[in-house]
C-alpha cells in the first residue's frame, strides 16, 4: 500500500513538473508582446524593408502596417544618380511632406511603434516626417529601424528627433545593410529593452 501510494506521489509530481515547464516556455517566448502591444510600420519602395519588417512584425508578435504614399515612387523617381528626380528632390526640402494614401494605423492600440525605413541620402524618406507628424504618439516609444547600401542610422534618427512630437521615448535603433538574415535581427531585438 506504502509502495503504491509512492509510486502515485511520483507520477503526480513528474506530471505537476512537466505542466509547468510547459507554461514556463510558453510565457518566455511570449514576453515581449505580453507586456506591450507593438505596430511595426514601414515604408518601402524596392523590398529591402518590407522585408525587415515582416520579419520583425514575426520576431515580435507585433501588427504590420504599410506607410504608403498618395502617389507611389516610380523607378525613375527613384534614381539617385539623376537629381532632378522626385525622391532626391523632396529629400533636399526641409518641408517637403508626400501625401499619406491612408491615415488607417491606429497608434492609440500600442504602446511601442517600430518605424522602419529605407535610408534615403542619410536620412529617413519624408513621406516618414509626414507619418509621425499625421498621428498622436504621446506616451509611445518608438523604435526607428532601417535599410540602406551601407550607411548607418544616425543623421536620421537626429532629424526625426528634431520633430515637434510630444511626450515621445525614442529607443536604440539599428541600420541593417539591404537584405539582413532573420538570426540577425533577432538578436537586435534582443538587446533592446522593450519592456
Ligand atoms: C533616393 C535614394 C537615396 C538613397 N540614399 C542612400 C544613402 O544615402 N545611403 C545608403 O547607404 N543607401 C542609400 N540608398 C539605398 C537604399 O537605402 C537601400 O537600397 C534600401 O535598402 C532600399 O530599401 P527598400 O527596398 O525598402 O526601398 C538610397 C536609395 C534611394 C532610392
Redesign the pocket.
Known amino acids: 500500500m506504502k509502495k503504491l501510494f509512492a509510486m502515485l506521489l511520483t507520477l503526480m509530481m513528474s506530471f505537476t513538473l512537466t505542466a509547468c515547464n510547459g507554461d514556463e516556455k510558453s510565457a518566455d517566448s511570449e514576453k515581449i508582446s505580453e507586456k506591450n502591444k507593438i505596430l511595426v510600420a514601414y515604408f ?7 522585408n525587415l519588417a515582416e520579419t520583425s512584425a514575426e520576431i515580435l508578435k507585433a501588427d504590420l502596417y504599410e506607410i504608403k504614399p498618395a502617389v507611389p515612387y516610380t523607378t525613375e523617381d ?1 534614381n ?1 544618380k539623376d537629381e532632378t528626380t522626385r ?2 528632390v523632396e ?1 533636399r526640402n526641409q518641408t517637403a511632406r508626400p501625401e499619406l494614401a491612408d491615415k488607417n494605423a491606429n497608434i492609440g492600440q500600442y504602446d511601442i511603434i517600430v518605424i522602419a525605413y ?5 536620412t529617413a524618406p519624408k513621406i516618414i516626417e509626414t507619418f509621425l507628424e499625421s498621428y498622436d504618439f504621446s506616451g509611445k516609444k518608438i523604435l526607428p529601424i ?6 548607418d542610422i544616425i543623421e536620421s534618427v537626429d532629424n526625426l528627433k528634431n520633430l515637434p512630437l510630444k511626450n515621445v521615448q525614442w529607443l536604440e535603433g539599428k541600420c541593417f545593410f ?1 537584405n539582413p538574415a532573420p538570426e540577425q535581427i533577432k538578436a537586435y531585438f534582443g538587446s533592446v529593452n522593450l519592456q
Open positions: 518601402s519602395c524596392t523590398g529591402s524593408t518590407k527613384l539617385y525622391a532626391t529629400q529605407p535610408i534615403w541620402w542619410h532601417c535599410t540602406s547600401g551601407g550607411s539591404k
